[in-house]
């Protein structure tokens, strides 16, 4: 019961953006329930118990917290104080019965703030996993606001007006709707919890000095210069007044409104800062104070208790160990940071994970020019996260660009999916980790650094290896059209570089558009640069422009470095087709990107021509598949049966130790059979070299088992034989930076030794299915190489679909692995599978709502 209790308990985000811990009821919570009921209004306690109801019987009171967790169920929501906020229940409506009554309550003040729609997916999961399918519940027809948490579920909630009652009821299997409903308010809570931080009434500060030394004193001073236009109050035991503020003991003293509060104090009074920011009416708090998680295991569970208390009191925590954040809304102007200068205003949103750099990585952003809507530093991350700031930036009608400086993934899985739809409306950025720690699927491959690289893109994320990159790629997407196609235009006075340039662009998989390059030789002049390049910018052959210049002849023309800079920036600023350029002298037009060296100019224009097409092709669908039994495969113990459940058919094996428990399996498959060497143990890969086929009788199997144990081992893989077929392989692993990914190459020791496997994230769509299918560099021998027959290739992809669903939706199940499948042209054999199973609670994003572990 203890691990259940563990399971069942989260942090959980409310409508407003304020967070609030759920857990089950308690038998000590006896105390706590009397006084919710107590704090009830006359109307909520008679539309949830249909009469006044004005006290609870005792009886009845320990009916209410005595639950088994199994037949009936419980959830509360508590404040800081260990107040139950809210009650959520079912209840079994018989011994065997697949149906279970469902209410819930909410205290008066925070109704209306999304607490009955988090109470219902919660219940919905806990009795799925106790075997129940349906609920029902008895609402009166004035409870309009329960009739709407129900009929706004996603739920095929069934209605019916009977004896002055509505009477509802409707299945709790997850559908495609209440998914989207579930995503969507999470979205929607996410986004209003960054929101109310980035652009708050007033801000507390916690460790400015009345002295005006330290790193309080410095955050105060920045906020105050950079125009910030809430209040501000510093929090002093003692003094009156701080850098000329009124200063109070308390936040809540101030009598203004507080939506954050920025604390650089000693790490043990970091609790008490964020209590009093609570009480105050704080919706987060920005934690720049070291000696937490970063210190080791003591700091670490300073670091958890510091989180869990601080969402049991509605906060939301950026840091510890954070360098600020910073939002330059004209109407904001936020400066949080520890940097006494912000980038201009402008419309790229900035996520760093680190705080150490946070200096360099403003610096940086300021002296290229590049305007910032927002910023956040993480640092140690122990509750916002870049998944949240993507969610916040997403409907943000101030930011175009994303960049991400991202070190650890803490919900890979959630980041996937986010990314994706993000990508679909605003360019991401991230420089990231594409190395895969070992160990983290069992003896599963994994994809190495070009393939995650690769999903990066295939989610449409552009990923780079350094902050420089970032930066370089950020230029040309907050100041530039995205290029509508591959031809890029090299333009210049030097055919030197200019060559460089093409060389450049084939590598990168650029194509050099026709008539190109031009060189408008050193001796021309402003004026011939900007026709060459208006006659580039107008060619319909052409979908971007590769500038590249050397200093002129000295003393040609007359003030040589404003005339050709603003010749570049009359084209680059204003064409349809995005413009970079490699200057190796004088002044950079102001708004152009420009690098130093001409691979670097190009590489980052190959990044976004990448992006562009990823853009223009269709996401794709996922589509039903008929012959899933979900329950099943729920309880599968082992690959086949999961494979099973999902309508992927194994072939029958049984595996020997001897020769005659080989003849014994032998007659029960039926001949002919195939004897194979396991290896090692059925999770390692089956050498298909190390097979025999018995095709008629006992001295068939007996002979090859003797030839396989006396070369590999006693043990004998014993199969029924299928027709030849071209050898596949499909793995799926938990990779730390998407979560699921499905993997697809042909067998063989060859494919092997060249990592000839695409990978893919799951769940999969029809067409990273087909993509699948085709890109491994052996594909062409699925397709009919040199006159052999095609194989059935909508089979396959069929198959990669299931697959896919399977490591979408069952999070227990580690890593898997089908190898070989067969694949012919009538379809295919899967001979063998391996699945290794685990804690379904590794994987935080699937289930209801919850923030994720502190």
Known sequence: MENSAVHRSADVLLADGSTAHLRQIRPE?????????????????????????????????????????????????????????????????????????????????????????????????????????????????????????????????????????????????????????????????EARSIARLLAPRGIAIYGASASGQGIGAAMLGNLRDGGYSGAIVPVHRTADRVAGLPAYPSAALAGVPIDLALIAVPAEAVPEAGTDAARAGAGGVVVVSAGFGETGPEGAAQQRRLVEE??????????????????????????????????????????????????????EADRRGLGLSSFVSAGNRADVSGNDLLQFWRDDPGTDVVLLYLETFGNPRKFARLARRMSRVKPVVAVASATRPPGLAGDAPGPDAN????????????????????????MILAHQPLPSGRRVAVVGNSSALAQLAVVACRAAGLTVAEGYPRDVSPLATAHDLADALADAAVDPGV??????????????????????????????????????????????????????????????????????????????????LSGVDPVAAETAGDSTGLLNAYGIPVVPSTVSRSADEAVLAADELGYPVALKAAGGGLRHRIDLGAVRLAL??????????????????????????????????????????????????????????????????????DRAAEALVDEPRAAPLLHGYRGSTPVDRAGLIDLLLRVGRIADEHPRVRSLTLNPVLARPDGYSVLHAAAEFGDAGVRPDTGPRRLRSA
């Open 29 to 189: 919570d006896a105390p706590a329930i009397v006084d919710f009921h107590s704090r009830m209004s006359d109307r909520t306690r008679y539309l949830r118990y249909f009469s006044p109801y004005p006290r609870i019987p005792e009886r009845d009171l320990q009916r209410f917290v005595n639950v088994d967790h199994r037949d009936r169920e419980a959830f509360v929501t508590v404040d800081a104080d260990g107040r139950i906020t809210a009650v959520g229940r079912y209840e079994r409506l018989g011994p065997d019965s697949p149906d279970a009554e469902v209410a819930f309550v909410v205290e008066d003040a925070l109704q209306g703030r999304g607490i009955g729609s988090v109470l219902l997916e919660h219940l919905a999961e806990a009795a799925r996993e106790n075997g129940l399918t349906r609920f029902v519940a008895e609402v009166l027809p004035e409870n309009g606001g329960m009739l709407r948490v129900f009929g706004d579920s996603g739920f095929q909630v069934q209605r019916q007006y009977a004896d002055g009652v509505v009477h509802l009821d409707f299945p709790i299997a997850p559908t495609e709707k209440s998914r989207e409903v579930q995503e969507s308010r999470e979205h929607l809570t």
């Open 310 to 363: 601080a969402r049991a009191a509605g906060l939301r925590v950026i840091g510890p160990s954070s360098f600020g954040i910073a939002n330059t809304d004209p109407g904001v102007r936020l400066n949080a940071t520890l940097s006494p200068r912000l980038p201009k205003a402008g419309r790229v949103g900035f996520f760093a994970q680190s705080g150490a750099l946070g200096v360099a990585l403003l610096a």
């Open 451 to 474: 393939a995650v690289t690769a999903l990066f893109a295939r989610s449409g994320v552009i990923r780079v290896d350094t902050v420089q990159e970032l930066f370089d790629v950020g």
């Open 543 to 624: 979908d971007a422009l590769v500038v590249v210049f050397a200093p002129p002849v000295p003393g040609q023309h007359a003030d040589e470095d404003a005339d050709f800079a603003a010749a570049l920036a009359s084209v680059a600023l204003a064409g349809e087709k995005p413009t970079v350029a490699t200057m190796v002298f004088g002044q950079v037009p102001p708004r152009v990107p420009t690098y130093p060296s001409v691979e670097e100019a190009v590489r980052a224009l190959a990044r976004v021509v990448n992006y562009a097409d990823w853009l223009r092709r269709p996401p794709g669908v996922m589509p039903a």
């Open 696 to 765: 008629g009788d006992e001295d068939d199997v007996r002979v090859a088992y003797r030839e396989l144990s006396a070369a590999f081992g006693p043990d004998v893989l014993v199969q029924t034989m299928v027709p030849p077929g071209v050898a596949c392989r499909i793995e799926v692993v938990e990779d730390p930076a998407f979560g699921p990914v499905v993997g697809f190459g042909l067998g063989g020791v060859a494919s092997e030794l060249l990592g000839d496997l695409a990978w893919r994230a799951a769940p999969l769509t």
